[in-house]
């Protein structure tokens, strides 16, 4: 059974920092990600990364948002620079297995807000 543990969501300020992790269980994970889910909008992606390193941003949050993972601990994170009003929402972590198998986790809140 996939269990993932999310952390690192809060409250910040405009142009602040925040670091998400993601601790995932049970499985080898080809790709883990972020999400996430804005009030009254639709759940989009944030970032990706596969097993090997390769990368895949929106275009919202290139050159201010960093994703990376640690195989050996089965954990994604995404360290978020600059961030603005318009990066506040729930953010999610995202698996997927080596047999395609799709897992979620609960969720964390970001606000950006003075």
């Known amino acids: 059974q996939v269990q993932l543990v999310e952390s690192g969501g809060g409250l910040v300020q405009p142009g602040g920092t925040l670091k998400l992790s993601c601790a995932a269980s049970g499985r080898i994970f080809s790709i883990m990600g972020w999400y996430r889910q804005a009030p009254g909008k639709q759940r989009e992606l944030v970032a990706i990364?596969?097993?090997?390193?390769?990368?895949n941003y929106a275009d919202s949050v290139k050159g201010r948002f960093t994703i990376s993972r640690d195989n050996a601990k089965n954990t994604v994170y995404l360290q978020m620079n600059s961030l603005k009003p318009e990066d506040t929402a729930v953010y999610f972590c995202?698996?997927?297995?080596?047999?395609?198998?799709?897992?979620w986790g609960q969720g964390t809140q970001v606000t950006v807000s003075s």
């Open positions: 995202y698996t997927q297995s080596l047999n395609s198998n799709e897992n």
């Open positions: 990364i596969s097993r090997g390193g390769t990368t």
